[in-house]
C-alpha cells in the first residue's frame, strides 16, 4: 500500500491493513485471529 505522506495514513489505510493481516493470519492456518484491543482468554 502506498501514502503520499505518513500524515496522510488514515482510518481507512489503517482498516485496509488490518484486513490484509487479518486474511494473511488465516490463510497461514491461525485458528482465531483476535483483534490486539480485546481482552485476553482466561481459561
Given at each position: 500500500?502506498?501514502?503520499?505522506?505518513?500524515?496522510?495514513?488514515?482510518?481507512?489505510?489503517?482498516?485496509?491493513?488490518?484486513?490484509?493481516?487479518?486474511?494473511?493470519?488465516q490463510d497461514a492456518g491461525?485458528?482465531?485471529?483476535?483483534?490486539?484491543?480485546e481482552p485476553p482468554i482466561?481459561?
Amino acid at each position: 500500500m502506498l501514502v503520499d505522506d505518513a500524515r496522510t495514513f488514515g482510518p481507512t489505510e489503517l482498516t485496509n491493513l488490518e484486513n490484509t493481516f487479518t486474511l494473511t493470519a488465516q490463510d497461514a492456518g491461525l485458528p482465531r485471529v483476535r483483534n490486539g484491543c480485546e481482552p485476553p482468554i482466561v481459561s
